[in-house]
C-alpha cells in the first residue's frame, strides 16, 4: 500500500531514496471502519489523509441534518483544511463511508517534510489546486444545475459511488431528500 502513496508522489516528483524511506518510515498506513470518524465538527485537524482504498465522506450537522459536501476516493487527499492550517476547530466531519486504507501525515510529519525536503511545496501547491478546482465545479453545479442535472452528472462520472455509498448521502450531496432523489430515478428510468 505504501507504493500507491509513492506512486503518487512520483507523478509529480522523482522522489530519492531517502525521501521515499521517510515517508515509508514516518506516514503510517491505517485501516479505518465503516462509519468510523476521522474528524468531528468542534475538533481541530491535527493530520491530513491520502485515501489508499476506500471512500471518505465530508458532511456538515445542520439542525442536527447531515449535509454531505463531498466523497474522497482512492488517490485522494483529505483533511480538513482550514483546520488543520489555522488550528481552529473543524466546521465539518470526515468519516469512512466503508473500511478504508488511509495514509495519515501528521502535522509535525509534515513540518518535518517540508523542511527537510523543501522540493514538497510543489506537490502541496498541486494538491491544493485539485482541491481547489474541485470546490470550484462544485460550486458551479450547484448554482448551474437542477438536482437531474446534477444525479445524471454523478451517474455519468462517478457511477461506481451509487452503488457503494447510501441514497440517504447520495440525495444530501445532490442537495435533495431521499424521497425526491427516488423520483428523480424513477423519471430518468421511465424516459
Not at 148 to 172: G, M, W
Amino acid at each position: 500500500m505504501e507504493n500507491q502513496l509513492i506512486k503518487y508522489f512520483q507523478k509529480y516528483l522523482d522522489l530519492n531514496q531517502e525521501e521515499i524511506e521517510f515517508l515509508i518510515e514516518n506516514v503510517p498506513i491505517v485501516e479505518v471502519r465503516k462509519e468510523e470518524a476521522l474528524l468531528k465538527e468542534g475538533e481541530l485537524s491535527s493530520a491530513f489523509y491520502f485515501v489508499i482504498t476506500g471512500i471518505i465522506r465530508m458532511f456538515y450537522l445542520v439542525d442536527g441534518v447531515e449535509k454531505t459536501t463531498f466523497f474522497y476516493e482512492e488517490n485522494d487527499f483529505v483533511s480538513s483544511y482550514e483546520s488543520f492550517t489555522k488550528q481552529i476547530p473543524s466546521k465539518h466531519y470526515l468519516q469512512a463511508v466503508k473500511n478504508s486504507s488511509i495514509a495519515v501525515f501528521d502535522i509535525q510529519v509534515v513540518a518535518k517534510i517540508l523542511k527537510r525536503f523543501p522540493r514538497f511545496e510543489l506537490l502541496s501547491r498541486i494538491v491544493m489546486e485539485k482541491e481547489l478546482s474541485i470546490y470550484q465545479d462544485m460550486i458551479s453545479h450547484f448554482v448551474t444545475r437542477n438536482a437531474t442535472q446534477r444525479y445524471l452528472n454523478l451517474v455519468e462520472h462517478k457511477p461506481h459511488l451509487l452503488r457503494e455509498i447510501p441514497q440517504y448521502d447520495i440525495a444530501t450531496y445532490l442537495g435533495v431528500s431521499p424521497e425526491t432523489l427516488s423520483r428523480i430515478r424513477r423519471k430518468i428510468k421511465s424516459s
